[in-house]
């Protein structure tokens, strides 16, 4: 059984940057496919970015975020640059144990509790 538990929300004002963190227990990460969703409120929850040899990102957020595996510390990383106040939404982390990316949440088998992303304009 694969846990996940994310860290690293928090308030932010525009342009600026936060670093959300997943540790999974249970499995190695290199035997996982990892990504990032979103939702807003009054909003379905999005794909943000995905990957384990490659990284997958949703068209708004190329070139802003950037996903990261660390599969020494079981740990796969959000850095999320210039930071908009649409960004602002419940951040997941999610797992799956067929390791090919898919941008559709019912792919995911596992997922985190969530961490409050919120930027000020």
């Known amino acids: 059984q694969v846990q996940l538990a994310e860290s690293g929300g928090g308030l932010v004002q525009a342009g600026g940057s936060l670093s959300l963190s997943c540790a999974a227990s249970g499995r190695p990460l290199a035997t996982l496919m990892m990504a990032w969703f979103r939702r807003a409120p009054g909003k379905e929850r999005e794909f943000v970015a995905g990957g384990r040899l490659s990284a997958y990102y949703a068209d708004s957020v190329k070139n802003r975020f950037t996903i990261s595996n660390d599969n020494t510390r079981n740990t796969v990383t959000l850095q999320m640059n210039n930071l908009k106040p649409e960004d602002t939404a419940v951040y997941y982390c999610?797992?799956?144990?067929?390791?090919?990316?898919?941008?559709?949440?019912?792919?995911?088998?596992?997922w985190g509790q969530g961490t409050q992303v919120t930027v000020s304009s």
């Open positions: 999610a797992a799956r144990q067929q390791v090919t990316i898919s941008r559709d949440s019912d792919a995911y088998e596992c």
